[in-house]
Structures are given as structure tokens and as C-alpha cells.
């Protein structure tokens, strides 16, 4: 239960939850045909880990391309990570992007709007 | 409908649209880099666009156009795959096609839908292309917020992201093949 590893394929990202090693990653690109199918779990996941309680969690985003269906999946696994804050949890959403990619950096700024998480942007070198 | 019935008028209508989107990319400076006709499934979407992707990173177009075209291709190939509708075989007619007009990328799709889906999806369309590029904005944000994956998949978001991407120049056109199902038609554009 500790741990989740997606790995990535043509068309969906790379996903690492690893509660013991405190590593919460989602890298990659994103436009699987079934969008419910790939998030599904990954968000029944983070539902199960409200159980540990965790006093912080830091995940970090780093997605080069998100269908439009993927961007509203993300935004379910934002939501159900606003569930942590308002359990107690000190949640930060580390959301990563390229230095010419406004696209991905207007979505993460999209993302903190509706979800009113901690973000911290971050470029990659 | 068997629209693989040769000489058929469902066939004729959508032989001949594919070829007349061909033919205005025949010529100076003009050329067909992409083209698909038949079934479509998610391998070929990921097949497809890896193509699109490489093709333009190799005719030199900008990392901003090559986003702007890629985000396009997703969105139209996996709107045809979630809604593309199959004929009594079971066969899923489409089309796909990206024509090159000096540094001006086309980006043609097609896909067949059932007649009863037509008037609603004219209205949203028409609905799309009325808005400003405020009200686009603003209207995307509404539906990203609000947003749910329909049972079907899809999130309402994809014409938005056409329409944003392709700075306001997607066009559609619908064409009836008989009387259950139309020919559904979609074009736009993006600067090299």
C-alpha cells in the first residue's frame, strides 16, 4: 500500500507514489483514450493514503502535454490532494515546466486558481 | 450502411471530400504531409501524431507551432476516436489529413455521426466560434472548473482547446450520407 508506480508509455506519464521514501511524482505526457481508466487508480490511491495521515506531502508535476481530457483528470487528483489540506495535511503541489512552455506553466496557474493549493513553480534547468 | 460498398453514395461523398482537400495541396509551395483514411484507433493516434511531431521538428517549424499542432492532432484524432461512429460492419470511417500552404498548416478530420447528433453539435460549434477571445478564455476556465469526464470520456474541452490553439480559425461542415448518418467535417489552422 505504500507504494505506486505507473511506468510511462506512448501516451501516458511516468507515476511514482512512494510513501516511505517520501517521493510523489507524476512526470511525462498525458492523453490516454480512456482518461477514467489511467486516473482512476491513481486517485483511488491517494483516497486509500488518507488513512496514514500524513503531517506533510509534496508532490511534483512535471507534464510536457496534457489532452484536454487529461487536464481535467489532474484537476480530480488536485481536488482529491485539497482533501489532505483539509484534513490538517500541509499539502504543496511543486508543478515544474519548461522555460518556454507557457502552456504548461497557464495550466498550473489555471490549477492553483481552482484548487487554491500551495504551489510552488519551478523551472526545469 | 456498408460504406465500403463501392460506388455508394455514402462512399462517393466521402471520397470525394477527402480528395478535394488533397487537391488544394497540390502545387508552388503547397504539399500533403499527413494522411489517413479508414479505421482509427488509439495505436494510431500515438502513431500519427509521433509522426506529425518529427515532420515538423524536421521542416524547422517553431517549438510554439509544433505545440500548437500537436495539441490540435490529439484532440481531433481522440474526438474521432470517442465519437466516431461505425457503420452495421462495424467499420469506423474517418479521415485525417495535415496540408502544408506555404508556412499555413491545415488540419483536416473527419468522422461519421448519427443524424440525431447533428443540430446539437452545430449549435455548440456555432456557439464556440461566436466568442471573443475573452469569452473563450473565460469560458474554458468555466468548464475546466466545473468540468467532469463524461461517460464517454470526454471532458467538453476538446473544441475549446481546438478553437484556442488554431487562434480562433476552426471551421466544420456537416454532409448528409443518408438517412441515419452524416459525413461531420473539421479544418483549422496553424502558423508555421
Known sequence: MNRLEILETGNTPYILFDSSANVFRIEGKSFPEDCKEFYSPVIAWLDKFKAVNPKTLAVSFNLFYLSSSSIISVKQLLLKLADFQSMGTDVTVIWNYDDDDDDIKKTGEDYLKITKLKFQFQVNP | ?192
Open chain 2, 1 to 192: 450502411m456498408d460504406l465500403n460498398k463501392s460506388g455508394s453514395v455514402e462512399e462517393t461523398i466521402f471520397t470525394s471530400k477527402v480528395n478535394g482537400i488533397k487537391a488544394a495541396y497540390t502545387g508552388d509551395n503547397k504539399k500533403v504531409l499527413v494522411s489517413h483514411v479508414g479505421e482509427l484507433n488509439q495505436d494510431m493516434v500515438n502513431t500519427i501524431s509521433s509522426i506529425v511531431e518529427t515532420q515538423m521538428e524536421n521542416l524547422g517549424v517553431s517549438k510554439n507551432a509544433v505545440k500548437r499542432i500537436f495539441n490540435i492532432v490529439i484532440e481531433a484524432l481522440q474526438n474521432i476516436c470517442l465519437h466516431g461512429e461505425k457503420d452495421n460492419n462495424g467499420y469506423q470511417m474517418t479521415y485525417f489529413i495535415i496540408g502544408k500552404k506555404g508556412n499555413e498548416f491545415n488540419i483536416y478530420s473527419g468522422n461519421i455521426i448519427s443524424n440525431s447528433r447533428v443540430d446539437s453539435l452545430n449549435r455548440r460549434l456555432n456557439a464556440i466560434k461566436s466568442l471573443s477571445d475573452t469569452e473563450l478564455k473565460k469560458h474554458y476556465m468555466e468548464v475546466l472548473s466545473n468540468g467532469e469526464l463524461s461517460v464517454k470520456g470526454g471532458a467538453g474541452l476538446g473544441f475549446l482547446t481546438i478553437q484556442l490553439k488554431s487562434n480562433k480559425t476552426m471551421d466544420f461542415e456537416f454532409q448528409t450520407l443518408n438517412r441515419d448518418f452524416s459525413l461531420f467535417s473539421l479544418h483549422s489552422k496553424v502558423e508555421g
